[in-house]
């Protein structure tokens, strides 16, 4: 392909005539006509202030000499992140994604100069999983600074960071962290090819596109299959025990691969305490979570059934059940924790906290004073929605809900029968979820291990 053919065709393709980002900068570089294509704001101008310095200095002598851009590169070229190709289409998604691009009059090929910076935020603490003694930095948007992070933790040589871009139209940029030998080849194997063979044309919005790409399941099935951290020692972390790592631009965490649900109950700063601590907040959080799903199901059972209280207890029964049925007072209290949640989200943070006050205690407190909801289903529905932030995995928390619901509506209609059946039917869901690695998501409770089942609640001393 010739010079003005080359032009020609990235001028028709990305049309810098009509987006103003999108920079052509023409330049005489040894006496010879040269183009340079870039996205303002991507480049370094510092960095080429001083190459276009050094390329201006040229004389038609130096460069008579040389055919193909990657000689030019080797021989001429003052700067180190550099490759020629002669791919026009992979050129033009090379200007899309921040690279510059230069064409040089009678040197076959295009050079392409990575002097792109992408706008960041500085590297913070997450909001939502936080850290008692650990470090406070976290994943940012830019896929190289959160690879850069992990390979400050991982100074070993057989740190593997493979990138490749998926999206038939966002193109976007992932990278696939394992440490080799540790990570289990055949998971690799099978990764590497859903992901090269994924067709889908947006990718751009979060990481649940490529989740719900990798691993489908059925749509009632509301189980996490994958985890994702902001944490880059938590990630660091899970490289050195032989999981894969997936880190997708333009995205602050990361997505931990493969998983089982036990996954889901450890935390980092398990690992900044003494074993017997971090034991202790292990079995309070499996209780916590058990105790979510299974307290307002079991309270209307018994409420439902007073005959099922031992006669010391019956002073867990209600005087009075309210002008609403018990049963409908948690559904309706279900919902409206729902709706004061997503209310939060969508407040400015200095009304948020006032915000709060006025759902959680006015309106609850109004609620039992007309005789619409008892104070017990208050109780217990406060319990329930402080008791879902005991794991950070947002996911895992609707799964939890979902599970509660079921078994209400079980429990309401056919009683202690349904409760039982209820806890069956959720366990058969998650006994059906097969994990990427082919092992089953209650691993390792199916298949049984019973070293890694005591994982579950105990902190073993570091080795």
């Not at 870039?38 to 460069?63: C, N």
């Not at 100069?113 to 999983?129: L, S």
């Not at 990718?203 to 059925?218: F, G, N, P, R, W």
């Not at 749509?219 to 997708?248: H, Q, W």
């Amino acid at each position: 392909m010739t010079y003005n053919e080359w032009i020609k065709n990235i001028d028709d393709g990305l049309r810098p005539d009509k987006s103003f980002d999108i920079i052509k900068r023409e330049l005489e570089i040894g006496g010879r006509s040269a183009v340079l294509y870039f996205i303002d704001g991507f480049i370094k101008d510092e960095v080429y202030e001083k190459i276009l310095e050094f390329l201006y200095a040229q004389t038609p002598d130096d460069i008579a000499d040389i055919h193909d851009m990657k000689e030019f590169s080797r021989l001429k070229m003052p700067y180190v992140e550099t490759e020629s190709s002669e791919d026009i289409e992979f050129v033009k998604t090379v200007i899309l994604s921040g690279p510059s691009v230069l064409l040089i009059e009678g040197i076959s090929g295009a050079l392409i100069a990575d002097t792109r910076t992408y706008p960041m935020r500085g590297v913070e603490e997450p909001q939502k999983d936080k850290s008692l003694r650990g470090a406070r930095d976290g994943f940012v948007e830019t896929l190289v600074m959160n690879t850069a992070m992990i390979r400050r933790r991982i100074r070993d040589s057989r740190l593997r960071m493979e990138y490749m871009q998926i999206g038939s139209d966002t193109k976007l940029d992932i990278a696939l962290c394992y440490l080799e030998g540790a990570a289990d080849g055949r998971v690799l194997e099978k990764l590497r090819g859903k992901l090269k063979n994924m067709e889908i044309k947006g990718i751009s919005m979060t990481q649940q596109a490529i989740a719900e790409k990798l691993q489908k399941t059925a749509f009632f099935n509301p189980f996490p299959k994958f985890k994702t951290t902001e944490r880059p020692d938590y990630a660091s972390g899970c490289i050195f025990d032989g999981r894969i790592v997936l880190i997708m631009d333009n995205s602050p965490s990361v997505m931990i691969i493969p998983i089982s649900l036990s996954d889901f109950f450890r935390e980092t700063d398990d690992y900044y305490f003494l074993p017997i601590v971090a034991s202790y907040t292990r079995i309070i959080r499996m209780l916590v979570s058990i105790a979510n799903v299974i307290i307002t199901p079991l309270y209307l059972l018994l409420v439902n059934n007073p005959e099922y209280v031992p006669g010391r207890f019956d002073f867990i029964l209600p005087e009075n059940s309210g002008s609403i049925s018990l049963f409908l007072q948690f559904l309706i209290l279900e919902f409206m924790v729902d709706g004061l949640r997503l209310a939060s989200l969508n407040t400015p943070d200095a009304l948020s906290n006032p915000l709060g006050i006025v759902g959680g205690l006015l309106l609850s407190e109004f609620a039992i004073n007309v005789g619409w909801f008892i104070t017990e289903a208050i109780l217990l529905m406060a319990f329930v929605t402080i008791a879902s932030f005991s794991l950070p995995s947002f996911e895992v928390g609707y799964a939890m809900k979902f599970e509660r619901l079921l078994l209400l509506v079980l429990t309401q209609i056919f009683g202690i029968w349904g409760l039982a059946g209820g806890i069956v039917l959720i366990f058969i869901c998650m006994l059906l979820i097969k994990t990427l690695s082919g092992r089953n998501y209650l691993y390792p409770l199916v298949p049984f291990n019973g070293k890694a089942f005591s994982e579950l609640f105990i902190r073993y001393p570091m080795k």
